[in-house]
T-cell receptor
Framework: GAVVSQHPSRVICKSGTSVKIECRSLDFQATTMFWYRQFPKQSLMLMATSNEGSKATYEQGVEKDKFLINHASLTLSTLTVTSAHPEDSSFYIC?????????FGEGSRLTVL | AQSVSQHNHHVILSEAASLELGCNYSYGGTVNLFWYVQYPGQHLQLLLKYFSGDPLVKGIKGFEAEFIKSKFSFNLRKPSVQWSDTAEYFCAVNFRGTNFGNEKLTFGTGTRLTIIP
């Protein structure tokens, strides 16, 4: 099946710095990718829909200036957490549609000190 | 607002026991329904899905689910579980015909399944 890869899988940063997470579709092209956030023992919450060549669509309550999404090519979307704070610590997961179904990346665990 | 509920937060079973995990949603319109599994340290993987047709759908690894429209439910079942089924299970729903769009999924809170050998 199709493969979606995220990098880095784990990142630790200081408060106030920015962190970029990459999401790649390895063997298919994805015009649309999705970014989710998963809190411990909770469900995945959709943050935004990333559209190749256009602006991302953010869900209600998600700060677009804080979570910058760029979908520069058909195989790459990036999520940048700007001026990160400890409350941004979470597990971020991306997904992309291939072969008629959604495939998920392995997730990126962000810890902000 | 549309929502997805999984009432079983943690289920513990012995091997060979039968499994049923509940999933309910709140929406009167057309839905697409999914069950995903997340094994420890691995990606979310699709177990099965329902779009239309036979409400009893069969997925991978012996899992099946039944869509009961009148009950707004899509419960996951397996007649005999194995230790390797230990994982987190998520129900997800795509609410068609709303401003959610065609590809957005709303996930339930997940059910942790522990199988005792």
């Amino acid at each position: 099946g199709a493969v979606v890869s995220q990098h880095p899988s784990r990142v630790i940063c200081k408060s106030g710095t920015s962190v970029k997470i990459e999401c790649r579709s390895l063997d298919f092209q994805a015009t649309t990718m999705f970014w989710y956030r998963q809190f411990p023992k909770q469900s995945l919450m959709l943050m935004a829909t990333s559209n190749e060549g256009s602006k991302a669509t953010y869900e209600q309550g998600v700060e677009k200036d804080k979570f910058l999404i760029n979908h520069a090519s058909l195989t790459l979307s990036t999520l940048t957490v700007t001026s990160a704070h400890p409350e941004d610590s979470s597990f971020y997961i991306c997904s992309a549609r291939g072969d008629g179904e959604l495939f998920f990346g392995e997730g990126s665990r962000l810890t902000v000190l | 607002a549309q929502s997805v509920s999984q009432h079983n937060h943690h289920v513990i079973l012995s091997e060979a026991a039968s499994l049923e995990l509940g999933c309910n949603y709140s929406y009167g319109g057309t839905v697409n329904l999914f069950w995903y599994v997340q094994y420890p340290g691995q990606h979310l993987q699709l177990l099965l899905k329902y779009f239309s047709g036979d409400p009893l759908v069969k997925g991978i690894k012996g899992f099946e689910a039944e869509f009961i429209k009148s009950k707004f439910s899509f419960n996951l079942r397996k007649p005999s579980v194995q230790w390797s089924d230990t994982a987190e299970y998520f129900c997800a729903v795509n609410f068609r015909g709303t401003n959610f769009g065609n590809e957005k999924l709303t996930f339930g809170t997940g059910t942790r399944l522990t199988i005792i050998p």
